[in-house]
């Protein structure tokens, strides 16, 4: 298989959310920060609004709490099967098991639909828009259990 292109990535957008996590001293905040990316509201906004719905500072976000989250917002997830994406990988690549956190990058013509997606890796969430991983995972390889479309509730 061949290497991962190691090119300088933009985590600008993580960054500068995650420099508003740092003012509040928060951390374990991967579900705020996804949220916040794909709703683009103010981060204090969506903390306040995870928080008042029973998510504790430091600590992760339970799947119920981020569901009623991404409600509340004006958007909705829907799943997505992997296959989908792996389906539409040039066809040296259509043999993968697996979407990983680099995918995005690495097959720019599949990931860049103009769709929003929400990864659940197992212990973090990430946020993906048209293509772009949001996310300092940005550049890893880092397996991606669920996929959700993001879109707004009509």
Not at 50 to 69: D, E, H, I, P, Y
Not at 71 to 95: D, M, N, Q, S, W
Not at 119 to 135: E, I, P, Q, S, Y
Not at 146 to 153: A, D, F, G, K, L
Request: glycine share 6%.
């Amino acid at each position: 298989m061949p290497s991962i292109k190691r090119h300088k990535l933009d985590h600008s957008v993580y960054y500068s959310l995650n420099s508003h996590s740092a003012r509040m001293t928060e951390r374990s905040d991967c579900a705020v920060i996804a949220a916040t990316a794909l709703s683009e509201k103010p981060y204090a906004e969506v903390h306040a609004m995870f928080a008042s719905l029973g998510r504790k500072s430091q600590t992760g976000t339970n799947w119920g709490v981020m569901a009623k989250a991404f409600t509340l917002l004006g958007l909705k997830l829907i799943h997505v099967e992997r296959e989908h994406f792996l389906g539409r990988y040039p066809k040296a690549h259509r043999c993968l098991r697996n979407v990983t956190t680099h995918h995005p990058d690495r097959f720019k013509k599949v990931w860049a639909d103009g769709n929003a997606y929400l990864f659940d890796t197992g212990r973090h969430v990430l946020a993906v828009k048209n293509g772009v991983n949001m996310d300092w995972t940005r550049g890893t390889a880092t397996r991606v259990k669920r996929i959700y479309r993001v879109e707004p509730i009509i």
